[in-house]
């Protein structure tokens, strides 16, 4: 890669990639720590649920239900794990056939012309994205073996203490959070993959994202029916 590859870039290219990352950062503080989406949204709904589900958890006797809804969660978190492991092989082997991807993308309607160092700053934003998801699901995944530890160390029926359910509760939605993480990093790896077309479609791309991420978010069909 040459030592004037920042030049390659247009205004265009940078205003797209600029809204890009300010929509991946952004949304995903005020989901998590905004105004609306700590009391309004589809995680402060879901966790209302977790929360419940805890105290639920210390009168029960037999706790095997307990133990085959983690095991599930665990089961759809490994799935996406592994799944974005082969993502990040498949675009390693891409960065060694860039003139092949180069002439294919060429043949694409309203692409334009750029050099090769602006095609590997792509598809190295693209690899970027899906590490990152695998570091979240990852990082979910042992959160969920916690939990589980959690549940094999819960107390008697009779025993337990509102406490306990409160830590089970962060613990599961700390899971889950990390898991949305991951679920949004593909959601934005989407739009990333138009940039190889044009920075326009992909400041477009972007926005349309962030709008499918908050209707889900906070007015989904999903949100009314979980809401108390």
């Known amino acids: 890669m040459s030592a004037n590859w920042l030049s390659a870039f ?3 290219d940078w205003f797209a990639l600029g809204w890009f990352l300010l929509c991946w950062a952004g949304y995903g503080w005020v989901v998590e720590h905004g105004r609306m989406g700590s009391s309004r949204g589809l ?3 879901s966790h209302h649920f977790r929360l419940e589900w805890g105290r639920q958890l210390l009168r029960r006797e037999v706790r095997v239900a307990d133990a085959a809804l983690i095991g599930n969660l665990m089961q759809s978190v490994s799935f996406y794990a592994n799944t974005t492991i082969y993502v990040i092989a498949g675009l390693l082997a891409l960065l060694g056939t860039m003139d092949k991807l180069i002439d294919a993308a060429a043949d ?12 590997e700053v792509k598809l190295l934003l693209l690899l970027m994205i899906f590490v990152v998801a695998y570091f979240k699901f990852t990082w979910s995944l042992r959160q969920f ?10 107390p008697p029926p009779g025993q337990g203490n509102e406490d306990f359910a409160q830590r089970f509760a962060k613990i ?10 991951g679920i949004r990093a593909y959601y934005f790896g989407l739009a990333a993959v138009s940039w190889f077309v044009q920075p326009w479609l992909f400041f477009v791309t972007t926005t349309l994202i962030v709008a499918v991420l908050y209707r889900r978010d906070f007015r989904s069909q999903t949100l009314d029916a979980m809401r108390i």
Do not use: K, T
């Open 10 to 12: 247009s205004l265009p």
């Open 43 to 45: 995680l402060a709904a």
């Open 108 to 119: 694409l309607p309203f692409a334009r012309h750029v050099s090769r160092e602006v095609w």
């Open 145 to 154: 073996n916690m939990l589980s530890i959690l549940i094999g160390a819960a």
């Open 172 to 181: 599961n939605s700390l899971s889950g959070d990390e898991f949305n993480r």
